[in-house]
């Protein structure tokens, strides 16, 4: 870069062009590292619990929102929805969590577009972070991270699935 290049950037107004997810890495009893919510976040979560035992709609009125949950699983799936066709399914009896970009009423038929597994536990901490269009979800010592452009004005549907 040339001292020309260099003054005509110092003039110009540069904007930040995405969104950021950050993950802070811990380490668990085991002593492996996994991505877990920075602690600087979990100061703002908006609401400290969720009760995930039924249909529900989280209605996000500003673009960021934390959002943290303990779930003891009974053999259900659990499905955050962000709009018509972006959803998260976690699945209890496979210890998965997916991504789908498909209608809810086609999930069954579907192939995610991304999928972990997470560990085996008898409860789960979830926390759902949603930034203008990314969602980040964690569980089970992972994360999952999409950007779902058509829902990002849009609040969170969760469903229980047995």
Do not use: C
Request: aromatic fraction near 8%.
């Amino acid at each position: 870069m040339d001292s020309n290049e260099r003054q005509s950037r110092g003039s110009r107004k540069l904007q930040w062009a995405g969104n950021l997810a950050v993950h802070q890495l811990r380490s668990n009893e085991a002593g492996i590292l996994s991505p877990t919510l920075p602690i600087a976040a979990t100061k703002k979560i908006t609401q400290e619990t969720i009760a995930l035992e039924q249909e529900q709609t989280l209605a996000f009125k500003e673009e960021s929102m934390l959002y943290q949950s303990t779930y003891s699983p009974t053999n259900k799936r659990i499905v955050l929805s962000v709009g018509d066709q972006n959803h998260v399914v976690l699945d209890f009896n496979q210890q998965t969590m997916a991504y789908y970009y498909d209608h809810f009423d086609n999930l069954e038929n579907s192939e995610s577009k991304t999928a972990i597994q997470f560990e085996e536990s008898d409860a789960y901490s979830v926390q759902i972070v949603k930034e203008k269009d990314i969602l980040v979800v964690y569980i089970g010592g992972k994360a999952l991270s999409n950007r779902i452009y058509a829902g990002a004005k849009e609040g969170i549907a969760i469903r229980i699935i047995d």
